[in-house]
C-alpha cells in the first residue's frame, strides 16, 4: 500500500498557542497497540505545543527545519534546530514552541511503554 501523510490541524494543543499541523506517517488505527502518533509537526511562527505530562509512553522529537525552544521536565531551555533529539521519558512534561519567523519541523512518535 502508498498512499500520503494526513493532515490534522488543532488549535491550542496542549494550552499552547495557535494551531498545530500534523502530517501522520502513520494513524492512531495504524499503530495499534503500539502506540498513537508517528508524524511530522509544524509550528508556524509564534505556536507552541503548551506544558504537558506522558504517563506510560515516551516521545522522542527530531528535528528537521528551523529553529525552535524545547522547555524540558526540568524546565530547563533548550535552542534547538535541525538534527537535534528531544526526549520526553515516561512521567516527565515538557513544552516546545517556534519563536522564529519561520516554520518549525519535527518528528514525533508517541510509543506506549
Not at 36 to 59: A, F, M, N
Request: hydrophobic fraction near 30%; charged fraction near 25%.
Amino acid at each position: 500500500m502508498v498512499r500520503k501523510e494526513i493532515l490534522t490541524q488543532a488549535e491550542h494543543v496542549q494550552n499552547g498557542r495557535g494551531v498545530v499541523k500534523t502530517y501522520h506517517v502513520c494513524t492512531k488505527e495504524e499503530l495499534g497497540e503500539v502506540g498513537r502518533l508517528y508524524g511530522r509537526v509544524v509550528l508556524d511562527p509564534g505556536c507552541s505545543i503548551g506544558w504537558h505530562r506522558h504517563v506510560g509512553e515516551t516521545e522522542p522529537y527530531y528535528v528537521l527545519k528551523g529553529q525552535g525552544t524545547f522547555i524540558d521536565n526540568d524546565k530547563q531551555v533548550y535552542q534547538v534546530g535541525p538534527g537535534d533529539v528531544c526526549v520526553i521519558e515516561d512521567g516527565q512534561y515538557h513544552s516546545i514552541e517556534n519563536n522564529s519567523d519561520e516554520p518549525f519541523e519535527f518528528m514525533a512518535l508517541i510509543y506506549n511503554l
